[in-house]
């Protein structure tokens, strides 16, 4: 279990360090320090299971590199980014419905066929080709009404 404590209060970060320590020992790794982009992709390319546990769109990045990395995500309804990938098709799990105890396969990765098929959605809506006819649109609208 990997928490992100880099960010935010200091104070709180080292509480949670400890709980997490006292709650799961050597399986709990907390990563409290900033670390060069391609270690840290290297480190999250490595997780098959992401809990982002926040109901403001926040961490955007964090999402979606991990969705196109092949993880399950889990994300609170409340949060923005939670309807849109629904929307579009993106197997994303809900914190308040799927991520419960009595759920045997919560914490199973996800199958090569979602992995696939998300990377695919994502590529589809929002790869290079995707935001470059975004961007041209936006630009002739601009033009048009000059």
């Known amino acids: 279990l ?7 209060n200091k104070d709180y970060a080292l509480k ?3 709980a997490g320590q006292n709650q799961f020992g050597g399986h709990f790794l907390p990563l409290m320090d900033f670390m060069p982009l391609h270690e840290y992709n290297n480190y999250l390319y490595r997780c098959g299971v992401v809990i982002m546990n926040h109901y403001r ?16 995500v889990y994300l609170d309804e409340r949060n923005t980014l ?4 629904i929307r579009i ?3 994303v799990y809900s914190i308040q419905k799927d991520l419960k105890p009595t759920n ?3 914490l199973n990765v996800l199958s090569k066929t979602d992995r696939d098929c998300n990377r695919s959605i994502l590529l589809h ?7 470059l006819k975004d961007l041209k649109q936006q630009f002739q609208l601009i033009l048009d009404e000059c």
């Open 89 to 91: 098709g993106v197997k």
């Open 104 to 106: 045997p396969n919560a």
């Open 16 to 18: 949670i360090k400890e």
């Open 2 to 8: 990997t928490i992100k404590l880099s960010y935010g």
């Open 57 to 72: 769109q926040q961490a955007v990045g964090n999402v979606m590199t991990m969705l196109w990395m092949g993880a399950k």
């Open 82 to 85: 939670y309807p849109y990938l």
């Open 125 to 131: 809506e929002i790869g290079e080709e995707a935001l």
